[in-house]
């Protein structure tokens, strides 16, 4: 499993060097009385569905692991794109965080993982506002994933439910990349040990940017820097030239979507960019910083709206 590459996570045409690793091990079946995948899943809100539990103690099925932040994407049906980072830890407990590009929302994941099955509890600030249950399957019903597999880790599926309604929304999310670490030390791979230097650094930037903040900006900014606008690489060498193209860099909205991203979608970076963190922009884009929490590298790019399809 390589970690996510900030130019291949950040411009519209991934490469091929972002791979999954390939379960082959085979799932033992459960007693507890949860759906499965071939069953229709349902979920029936009771008052004890929204307080968060301690994790139960269960086979180790799935191959996962513990000491990694993995990227899940994929979608709520009805409700438009969903991403997660999350942590599977040894004790069966599920750390992360959850990221509603429909609402824009972000998310704490707190979970619980029984065998093959799971349970999260999306809250902010303490409140538990949706509980997603569901299950890791077997085979991909997407297909996103070879049909001759026999997936671990790679799917997750099952039922969001809110706690202002009683209606349920299947979800479904598939295993982009992951990278080394904890909640706890998220950004240890690229030698930083305290998380907040990064998270401040990139909420300071963001703010800079918003409040048109000229001087913040090029004060957390690491010369030379990365920039990608209007579909070309560029490559600033001082303030004084960045100052110059500040419109274009900011431009097409990008300095709207830096408004609303999500705080604590954030990775490490691996492979040729190690010693980097990625910061994901909403709707497309992104920022790169080093290790003391400095941008060396800015993309701004929009993601394709979705084509539109009829329905046979």
């Not at 407990?93 to 994941?109: H, M, P, T």
């Not at 274009?248 to 979608?265: H, S």
């Not at 909403?282 to 399809?309: C, H, M, R, S």
């Amino acid at each position: 499993m390589v970690a996510c590459n900030p130019l291949s996570t950040f411009t519209s045409s991934p490469s091929s060097e972002l791979t999954v690793k390939a379960p082959t091990s085979t799932l033992i079946a459960t007693d507890i009385p949860f759906p499965t995948q071939t069953e229709t899943l349902t979920i029936m809100s009771t008052p004890d569905l929204w307080e968060i539990r301690k994790c139960h103690k269960a086979s180790d099925v799935l191959e996962i692991e513990s000491d990694w932040i993995w990227q899940y994407i994929g979608d709520i049906d009805g409700r438009g794109k969903v991403e997660m980072l999350l942590n599977f830890t040894e004790d069966n407990q599920i750390s992360g965080f959850a990221f509603d590009f429909q609402n824009v929302r972000e998310y704490q994941v707190t979970g619980c993982l029984d065998e093959q099955l799971f349970t999260l509890w999306l809250r902010q600030e303490n409140k538990v506002d949706a509980v997603i249950r569901g299950e890791f399957p077997t085979t991909d019903p997407r297909g996103n994933f070879s049909s001759s597999s026999v997936l671990s880790s790679a799917v997750m599926t099952g039922l969001l439910l809110e706690n202002d309604s009683l209606e349920g929304f299947p979800v479904y999310l598939r295993l982009s990349s992951g990278t080394f670490g904890t909640m706890e030390h998220r950004f240890q791979l690229a030698g930083t040990e305290d998380d907040d230097l990064i998270l401040n650094a990139s909420r300071q930037f963001i703010n800079a940017v918003v409040s048109n903040d000229r001087t913040q900006v090029i004060e957390i900014l690491r010369f030379p820097v990365e920039i990608w606008m209007n579909g070309a690489r560029a490559e600033m060498k001082t303030p004084e030239m960045f100052l110059n193209y500040y419109n274009a860099i900011f431009g097409d909205g990008f300095k709207e979507r830096l408004a609303i991203t999500f705080p604590n979608y954030l990775m490490a970076n691996a492979g040729n960019f190690v010693g980097t963190i990625s910061q994901f922009i909403y709707d497309g884009g992104g920022l790169v910083f080093d290790e003391y929490g400095k941008v060396i590298a800015i993309y701004n790019w929009k993601e394709p709206a979705p084509t539109a399809t009829a329905n046979p």
